[in-house]
């Protein structure tokens, strides 16, 4: 393993290499086992550069452990919106999760659907293409429109483009208060109606989730005078209890229930209401609505084409865990259209020239590794 | 501020050109004649102006996609055009160019209220999309101060903001899918009503690409219920800094309202005089909205007056009623158009950390006093994002290039403390050659190899956004 100790030896050790490099943060979001892939560790650029509680700003290296920015922020009264998850209970793997893995995954949770997804905090990157070439997009201020946004094309480009080297985060007060609408009783579809028009009241709901069997959770979040009215009045038009604390989301947010026991995992990114009908579709052993429904965890018998069993569909289905010959089978990521491809293809030959990042959403190359 | 020599081999194949495009839109789609094109010559950027070749107004993809199929055949570039309030000069055409108007494609296609989408064609106004959705109480959110007249195509070229980013995020937040038309006259859709993309965001880089990686026709965006109220609070300061602490406190404190405006002196005079808003004559003033039921807004608002007061406001006064709220909004309304009767003005838009605010302000005080140009300022405080108005005189000699050049400069000193040169109007022609003072020669080159990729022989929009020199060896290609 590699592990660079700044941004410009990074970019050395890219520039001089001759065979393909994997690039990982903390390790804790790999799909595909490592085999015997050089791996290359942003692990050695690490700690916050800046963080102007004032500005709603934090800057950090990429391989900044994602526990010491969340008790940066905290200290502050801060955090990073998007939630991101934890992968370590879902994929069984150790070690730190970094800022640069949630960005290169552009990893979000149950808040997504209000406030958006890590891309959407995102405000800057420096990072390091397939040439070796130091290079940097969007900055850290709030608004910026100033040349292509390389920002967003980069987060959830999981090593195909580029290493991460620095990140800049807008960032959010934490809340006084959270509590949680709990509906019990509900089937997949009467859940989603509720979510729906839970989300489509004014009372910005922060997490809308369906787990069935223990229930249709609402979160709200703000000041105490605020929350206590927006849960009663959401309590009214939907009934269901309220519920104190929030150990509840981080449970949603990592998947909990599909820790323990085998299976194939599935994330599948829909439009809300079409959510129910894909899952009867679908023959799942257990299932998991976020996102109001727009976002389905599903847990498979070993080796099942998903896709092929849902299709036709208007969105798109991400293996998350699978056995070796599941993950020999299927891509992970749901294959783009034809013109789309040709323009991520073109992109990655532009990013990485001579075709050193190998990924593994990139089944040839990950089978060679 | 200099664009590409006209083509003559291009100049010379618009008899077939316009023959060709005849063929596949109506007659009154096709504008050729010089009389007629020169309603095309410039966007809101008006100091420039050009008209094109041939302007086409198609009413389908299908209509797009043919226009650039044969434009690309013909080697002939095209500049998209939304609704021409461009302040930056994005859709300034060439000589050589033909110009391609959406205007026509203002349909609503699909209202989701369940799902919280709408989906658009990529003509219609960013007020009317908001429009269509409002007797359910509904609302898209970005709200650019054009978005009466501005189109979401050139929303979605721009990537522009608005009032209320602080809360609601720009357009790249709130911009789920499109349907785009590549140069070649390739149909791509990409995203939908479902979240975030397989493989690479190229949704992302699509919004605020400036019309040079295709034409978008259609859009799907995310809609959101109207809050129950919303409600300012104005305050006065006797400084730029105090205001500035204001500001940073206020969002220290875990408050996040959905706009928090800032006036200086100059503009606050201007305003008074032409508005009578009633504003306090001090030195800087803060507009904090917020929003939720009456009882939200009233905890929130007394949260932030108590910072407020920590700072020895020369006038505080909380909005109790929709007059009130009205009344301390018009001025801060009506502050372009009191700068306007002044003299001509040019709008910047550059991006800065707030804790550089009060550095920023007396910067630009003293650069105003070293050009002879007067200056007010008026911006989004919450998120950085300034906006100088440069008076200066269109028709004395020399004025505009004065402007220019001590425009250039607040750009730079925005870039020095951390900033950027656009934070919502785009780079267009207007601060295409400042480029350079923000980006190093490979950050640029990585941004036009994706062009390279989505528009290969640099025909859409070619002279826009890059430096010409930096541009030139792609463009010449």
């Not at chain 1, 783009?336 to 991520?344: C, F, H, I, M, Q």
């Amino acid at each position: 393993m590699i592990t660079p100790q700044s941004e410009a030896e990074l970019a050395e050790v890219i520039a001089a290499t001759k065979e393909p490099l994997r690039i990982i943060g903390g390790g804790t979001r790999s799909v595909v086992p490592m085999g015997n892939a050089t791996l290359l560790s942003a692990s050695g650029l690490s700690g916050i550069t800046l963080h102007e509680p004032g500005s709603l700003t934090l800057v950090a290296q990429a391989g900044t452990p994602l526990e010491q920015i969340d008790a940066a922020l905290a200290a502050e009264g801060q955090r990073l919106p998007f939630e991101p998850m934890d992968h370590r209970g879902l994929l069984g793997t150790s070690g730190t999760p970094t800022i640069g893995g949630v960005v290169a995954a552009n990893v979000s949770g149950p808040r997504r659907i209000q406030v958006g997804a890590a891309r959407d905090f995102l405000l800057g990157v420096r990072f390091v293409d397939g040439a070796g070439r130091i290079l940097k997009n969007g900055g850290r201020v709030m608004k910026n429109v100033t040349g292509y946004d390389l920002v967003k094309l980069m987060a959830g480009s999981r090593g195909r483009l580029g290493v991460l080297s620095e990140v800049a985060f807008k960032v959010l007060p934490l809340p006084e208060v959270s509590v949680t609408l709990v509906l019990k009783g509900l089937n997949d579809a009467a859940a989603v109606t509720a979510m729906s028009q839970a989300l489509a009241s004014p009372f910005e709901v922060t997490g809308a989730a369906h787990w069935p069997g223990q229930g249709t959770f609402l979160r709200i979040e703000g000041f105490a005078g605020s929350v206590t009215y927006r849960a009663a009045q959401l309590r009214e038009m939907l009934g269901g209890e309220i519920e104190e604390g929030a150990q509840r989301w981080a449970e949603i947010r990592d998947v909990a229930p599909f820790h323990a026991g085998k299976g194939d995992i599935w994330r599948i990114s829909v439009k809300p209401t079409d959510a129910p009908g894909i899952v009867a579709r679908a023959g799942a052993e257990a299932v998991l609505y976020d996102w109001g429904g727009g976002l389905i965890w599903l847990r498979m018998a070993p080796g099942i084409d998903l896709r092929a069993r849902i299709a036709p569909f208007q969105g798109h289905a991400t293996l998350v865990r699978a056995d070796a010959s599941t993950l020999a089978k299927f891509p992970l990521e749901q294959p783009e259209t034809e013109s789309l491809a040709t323009l991520s293809a073109g992109l990655r030959a532009k990013f990485d020239p001579r075709g050193i990042f190998a990924t593994e959403t990139d089944p040839l190359r990950a089978a060679a590794s | 501020m200099d664009m590409p020599t006209p083509n003559p081999a291009i100049l010379a194949k618009k008899p077939r050109l316009v023959e060709r495009l005849l063929n596949v839109l109506p007659n009154d789609a096709v504008i050729h004649l010089e009389a007629e094109t020169r309603a095309y010559e410039c966007d809101a950027l008006t100091a420039y102006r050009c008209p094109p070749m041939v302007a086409v107004l198609p009413s389908t993809t299908q209509e797009v996609s043919d226009i650039l199929r044969i434009c690309h055949e013909m080697g002939v570039p095209v500049v998209p055009r939304g609704s021409g309030t461009s302040l930056a000069g994005g859709a300034l055409p060439t000589a050589d160019c033909v110009i391609l108007g959406v205007a026509r494609m203002n349909a609503v296609l699909e209202t989701d209220y369940e799902n919280r989408f709408v989906r658009v064609q990529s003509g219609r106004t960013n007020l009317s999309v908001t429009g269509a959705v409002q007797e359910n109480d509904f609302f898209y959110a970005p709200d650019p101060s054009s978005q009466l007249a501005c189109a979401i195509a050139g929303n979605i070229a721009m990537n522009s903001g608005g009032a209320h980013c602080l809360k609601y995020g720009v357009t790249t937040n709130n911009l789920m899918g499109v349907t785009m038309v590549l140069m070649d006259g390739t149909v791509v859709e990409i995203g939908g009503a479902h979240l975030d993309a397989p493989g690479l965001d190229l949704l992302g880089v699509i919004c605020g690409s400036e019309g040079q990686l295709g034409v978008v026709t259609e859009a799907t965006l995310r809609i959101l219920r109207k809050p129950e109220g919303a409600r300012p609070v104005l305050m006065g300061f006797d400084s730029n800094e105090v205001a500035g602490e204001c500001v940073s406190d206020i969002i220290k404190a875990g408050v996040l309202p959905v706009a928090i405006e800032f006036m200086d002196r100059p503009c606050i005079r201007a305003t008074e005089a032409f508005a009578k808003a009633g504003y306090p004559d001090c030195e800087a003033l803060l507009i904090v909205e917020v929003e939720g039921s009456d009882a939200e807004i009233d905890e929130q608002l007394e949260k932030i007056v108590a910072i407020a007061r920590r700072h020895n406001p020369v006038e505080l006064r909380e909005s109790k009623s929709a007059d009130e709220s009205a009344r301390i909004w018009l001025g801060r309304k009506s502050a372009f158009g009191a700068m306007g009767q002044i003299n001509d003005y040019m709008c910047l838009d550059g991006t800065i950390p707030v804790s550089q605010l009060p550095y920023v302000l007396r910067r630009i005080g003293e650069m105003s006093r070293e050009y002879g140009l007067d200056v007010g300022n008026v911006f989004h405080a919450g998120d950085g994002n300034m906006h100088p108005l440069i008076l200066f005189d269109a028709n004395k000699p020399g004025d505009l290039e004065l402007c220019e050049a001590f425009g250039a400069d607040i750009l730079r000193l925005c870039v020095e403390v951390g900033g950027c040169l656009t934070g919502e109007h785009g780079v267009g022609i207007e601060k295409r050659d400042l480029m350079v003072n923000q980006f190093a020669p490979d950050d640029l080159d990585i941004q036009m190899a994706v062009k390279d990729v989505f528009d290969p022989q640099w025909l859409l929009n070619p002279a826009k956004v890059f430096p010409l020199a930096a541009s030139e060896a792609r463009r010449a290609a």
